[in-house]
């Protein structure tokens, strides 16, 4: 399917830019996972660090994936860190059907309306 991102939720159109950096990140993921598998191979290689090594740069790569697409899912995290609203997950308890106990979290957002959003917090 051709332009696929478009029927997914808080993702945006790129720049030919911003491709051309995001396959630039890819690429040297691609080296750095050739570099792991490398050092799985090697008897001598304390084993754990690798997996640690790798999980730490999968983590990186992804940072710096996300800061060129800029996707808007979890924007509400950097929205109740800036202030911009007040949010709080509750863990509510319940009974099922069956009898057993159920837990379900919770969002409650409200929206502050302060001079410390500045008008930031306006889509």
Not at 49 to 69: C, E, F, H, N, Y
Not at 100 to 114: A, C, G, N
């Amino acid at each position: 399917m051709d332009n696929q991102h478009r029927e997914i939720k808080g993702y945006r159109e790129l720049s030919e830019h911003e491709i051309a950096v995001m396959n630039l990140v890819k690429g040297h993921g691609e080296a750095l996972g050739e570099l792991v598998e490398k050092l799985r191979a090697m008897p001598e290689t304390d084993k754990r660090w690798v997996s640690i090594g790798a999980t730490d740069l999968q983590t990186g790569l992804m940072a710096l994936t996300r800061s060129i697409a800029k996707p808007t899912f979890f924007a509400l995290c950097l929205l109740t860190l800036s202030g911009c609203v007040d949010a709080s997950l509750t863990r509510e308890r319940g009974v099922t059907k069956d009898g057993y106990t159920s837990y379900k979290t919770v969002l409650h957002v409200d929206m502050i309306d302060e001079p410390v959003c500045a008008g930031s917090c306006k889509p």
